[in-house]
């Protein structure tokens, strides 16, 4: 399991997160908390192995922001399945946009997968 809540999102390029390599993992759904935290609810088998997650993202245009959530199982091919909900620090994504966009618009539309959220930048 995910034992560091407290990751931070990784903001990459398009091609980068092309290129990322996923175990199974489904969405069942997503908040943005205060203090610049988003929590992801998932789905996935397991439960023999520590299982990581890393969160990446990149900049698209019309404040979006597509993220893609990277799950390695570590070759664990118990079938458990297993609910778990996990944090990220956006942090990364607000300072990042507030360099970079007007900071009078304070929000930005997070994308994973087919679940869209608002994220106000404070």
Request: charged fraction near 30%; glycine fraction near 4%.
């Amino acid at each position: 399991m995910n034992l560091d809540m407290t990751s931070k999102v990784i903001l990459t390029s398009k091609d980068k997160i092309k290129e990322l390599r996923n175990n199974q993992i489904f969405i069942n759904g997503m908040d943005v908390e205060i203090n610049n935290i988003i929590s992801i609810q998932t789905t996935y088998s397991g439960g023999c192995k520590e299982h990581s997650f890393k969160l990446f993202g990149f900049i698209d245009d019309n404040n979006k922001i597509i993220l893609t959530l990277q799950h390695n199982s570590n070759g664990d091919a118990c079938k458990k399945i297993i609910k778990e909900t996990l944090t990220f620090d956006l942090t990364p994504i607000k300072d990042e946009y507030q360099k970079l966009k007007d900071i009078n618009n304070n929000f930005v539309i997070l994308i994973l997968k087919d679940r869209e959220i608002k994220y106000n930048i404070r």
